[in-house]
């Protein structure tokens, strides 16, 4: 049961449900003045659209499974998308 447990996580895909727009986005920020936010937004519009950060975002939560992901987790990697 353990090795298969462990096989299962290791290979297990996370994937958002429904879609999201940059326009989405723009509303979900627009009372968020931070740099970050900021620089998401401009993130999003060089990659024109929001398909590379959802692969990205959802690729790197996966390493987090095992211990939870939260939205602290989740801001963090958007940050490290942002800044990639």
Same mark, same amino acid.
């Given at each position: ?6 096989? #299962?996580?290791?290979? %297990?895909?996370?994937?958002? =449900?429904?879609? /999201?727009? $940059?326009?989405? $986005? ?7 003045? =931070?740099?970050?936010? @900021?620089? #998401? #937004? =401009?993130?999003? $519009?060089?990659?024109?659209? /929001?398909?590379d950060? #959802? &692969? &990205? &975002?959802?690729? %790197? ?5 095992p ?7 989740? @801001?963090?990697?958007? =940050?490290?998308y942002?800044?990639?």
């Amino acid at each position: 049961m353990k090795e298969l447990a462990r096989f #299962l996580l290791q290979n %297990c895909q996370l994937d958002f =449900s429904g879609e /999201v727009t $940059i326009e989405q $986005i723009r509303q979900f920020l627009r009372d968020d003045d =931070s740099r970050e936010a @900021r620089a #998401l #937004l =401009s993130k999003l $519009i060089e990659d024109k659209g /929001v398909d590379d950060m #959802l &692969v &990205v &975002v959802a690729d %790197c939560l996966k390493e987090h499974i095992p211990n939870g992901i939260n939205e602290d987790t989740i @801001r963090q990697q958007l =940050s490290f998308y942002t800044e990639s």
